[in-house]
Nanobody, 125 residues
């Protein structure tokens, strides 16, 4: 079992940057596929990015491709989401999630067993 805790949310201007952190405890994050999701008010929780267990293979939602980067620091047992060129549409609560599996449906929230409490990201124009 693993516990995940997000941090690093806050406010930014459009075009700015933020970096989110997801600290894993209990087991090595390398054993888990780690994903980032986001949920805007009144909307469903959407996939943002994922890094596959055991390495650094990463996949992104089309809406963030080229702007966001997911990375893993095994020594710190932490996964990061570097968000650049932020847009107001990026405003949401961002969640970190973990699963011991890998699937072509990595964007499906149902694949993930462990979730953080979320961190708010607000981007103003």
């Amino acid at each position: 079992q693993v516990q995940v805790v997000e941090s690093g949310g806050g406010s930014a201007q459009a075009g700015g940057s933020l970096r989110l952190s997801c600290a894993a405890s209990g087991r090595s994050s390398l054993q888990y596929t780690m994903g980032w999701f986001r949920q805007a008010p009144g909307k469903e929780r959407d996939f943002v990015a994922v890094v596959k267990y055991g390495g650094d293979s990463a996949y992104y939602a089309d809406s963030v491709k080229g702007r966001f980067t997911i990375s893993r620091d095994s020594a710190e047992n932490t996964v990061y989401l570097q968000m650049n060129s932020l847009k107001p549409d990026d405003t949401a609560v961002y969640y970190c999630a973990a699963t011991s599996y890998w699937s072509a449906r990595y964007y499906d929230t149902g694949l993930y067993d462990y979730w953080g409490q979320g961190t708010q990201v607000t981007v103003s124009s």
